[in-house]
């Protein structure tokens, strides 16, 4: 057999099923600097693309990445339950999992990834699990979060069985080792590919949206659900509202059935006409947004190291997060972490004092390069493959 080694990626969904946010492009940036190397990458997916949506192809390649998909029993228990049920796929690994020398599981608590650690142990497989953050206590309490919690009791053993756990930061790791006594966990953070950034063309945001070069714009880019907490954004921006600064939020990515009640809050709140929606945005068109934005606003119940602040570093941008985003490294780019967000007013203040110091704000970018280079970190993941 060749030197090089085959790589089975399991994962629920993957591209073009962007709106599934971090895990696909994780996912999808490994793959693409591992076939490289690899004599073969394939990933196991389903039909999923977004919450009315499915993706047609079975088969195809993708940037040299082998995709096989399996159709979802049903799109809507899929996005919205995490019940993804692709039963042909059981059939598959049972049958060609023995072909590959590695099983790297990406989002682990759902049936593909039970079926994917099942049959590779059963197979003598090197398995390896990253979770991105699904094991977090917020994230398991969450709603709509119980066929989760029914996995996790029965997959347990096979938690104890993988060849290593990746972890997106510390906190995670701590997280992980609660559930398991597998001592294999390393912390592999997400890194930022440079090369995304090289040829952005830039759209001037206050001339799309005739705002006056005085208007502080804050910018917030994931997906608009639940735990992501925009309830609690906008009653900080409410109370900010009351300093009588010229602002607006907008919000770029998809919805999953919580803007209308965002819509209506804002309203009662008063500021709807300071909220701008602009919808789904890949690419250069969520970069140019972070290029013209003056602070970047995330305040997630739960998250484990999420790109968008890299993305936001990186375009040297403010970025005031909750403490619940777990990433306590930002604090290593002069960047200013909102703690425990119960007192609006304190957070304001915070918020009005850094923006008028925005002349002196400096960002570490070659750090940044250096610790989150994507090339560094999977120059890591290839080592823990061996």
């Known amino acids: 057999m060749n030197s090089k080694k085959r790589l089975l990626v399991v994962i629920p969904y993957f591209v073009p099923a962007w709106s599934y946010g971090g895990p696909v492009k994780v ?3 490994h793959c693409v600097w591992l076939i490289k190397r690899w004599r073969d990458v394939t990933v196991l997916t389903t039909d999923a ?32 339950h995490n019940l993804y049920l692709p039963w042909w796929m059981k059939s598959w690994l049972k049958k060609n999992i023995r072909q590959c020398d590695v099983v790297h599981i990406h989002d682990i608590l759902n049936f593909p990834a039970w079926w994917g650690m099942k049959y590779a142990h059963v197979n003598k497989v090197k398995y390896f699990l990253q979770p991105h953050g699904i094991l977090s ?51 592999l953070p997400n890194g930022i590919n440079r090369k ?3 040829s952005i063309h830039t759209i001037d945001i206050r001339k799309k949206y005739w705002l006056r070069n005085s208007t502080t714009i804050f910018s917030f880019l994931w997906r608009i659900q639940y735990i992501k907490w ?96 777990n990433f306590p490294e930002v604090e290593n780019y002069n960047c200013w972490i909102l703690l425990p967000i119960t007192d609006t007013a304190m957070c304001t203040e915070i918020i009005i004092e850094k923006i008028e110091m925005k002349n002196t704000f400096q960002l570490g970018i070659k750090r940044i390069l250096w610790e989150y280079d994507i090339e560094n970190s999977l120059d890591t993941l290839q080592n823990i493959y061996k």
């Open 137 to 187: 206590s917020v994230r398991l309490e969450s709603k709509k979060m119980f066929i989760k919690q029914w996995i996790l009791k029965r997959m347990k053993s096979l938690f104890d069985q993988a060849s290593w756990f990746l972890a997106l930061t510390k906190q995670e790791k701590i997280e992980i080792e609660q559930f398991t006594t597998n001592q294999y966990v390393h912390i």
């Open 230 to 325: 925009l309830d609690i954004a906008f009653r900080l921006l409410a109370e900010f509202d009351k300093s009588n600064k010229d602002w607006v939020y907008v919000i770029v990515w998809p919805d999953e059935w919580e803007k209308a009640s965002l819509i209506s809050l804002s309203q009662e709140l008063g500021i709807e006409d300071k909220i701008i929606w602009c919808g789904m945005k890949l690419g250069d068109e969520r970069f140019w947004l972070l290029k013209w934005s003056d602070v970047f606003l995330f305040t997630s119940r739960a998250e484990w190291f999420p790109m968008t602040i890299l993305e936001a570093l990186w375009c040297d941008l403010p970025v005031y997060i909750s403490d619940g985003c």
């Open 49 to 80: 693309l977004d919450a009315e949506n499915r993706i047609r192809a079975k088969e195809e390649v993708i940037d040299g990445i082998n995709i096989i998909r399996f159709r979802n029993l049903s799109n809507y228990l899929a996005k919205f």
């Open 27 to 29: 996912a999808y940036d």
């Open 196 to 198: 995304e950034f090289e």
